[in-house]
Nanobody, 114 residues
Framework: QVQLVESGGGLVQAGGSLRLSCAAS????????MGWYRQAPGKQREFVAR???????YYADSVKGRFTISRDIGKNSVYLQMNSLKPEDTAVYYC????????WGQGTQVTVSS
């Protein structure tokens, strides 16, 4: 079983930055990939960014060039640096870890005001 704890959400003005963090813990587990998804009010959850075991990264087109995903393997943690934030980035952001199955964090609210 894997537990995920997220932090770093908040309220920011358009053009600002936020950094999300997610730490994974639990009994012995092997992480195949870590990533971030988001869900805006009235919309389905959507993919944001992902980093896999090899270190390769993937991004949704809507965040390319603005968001950067990174990880600290020793801390079993993944981060999302979000720059040039836009009001349309407002959503609950969820950490996702793949370790035999998908695990999800509790979500952290990101609100970008115009």
């Amino acid at each position: 079983q894997v537990q995920l704890v997220e932090s770093g959400g908040g309220l920011v003005q358009a053009g600002g930055s936020l950094r999300l963090s997610c730490a994974a813990s639990g009994s012995a587990f092997s992480i195949n990939g870590m990533g971030w998804y988001r869900q805006a009010p009235g919309k389905q959850r959507e993919f944001v960014a992902r980093i896999i075991r090899t270190g390769s990264t993937y991004y949704a087109d809507s965040v390319k060039g603005r968001f950067t995903i990174s990880r600290d393997i020793g801390k079993n943690s993944v981060y999302l640096q979000m720059n040039s934030l836009k009001p349309e980035d407002t959503a609950v952001y969820y950490c996702n870890v793949q370790s035999g199955r998908d695990y999800w964090g509790q979500g952290t609210q990101v609100t970008v005001s115009s």
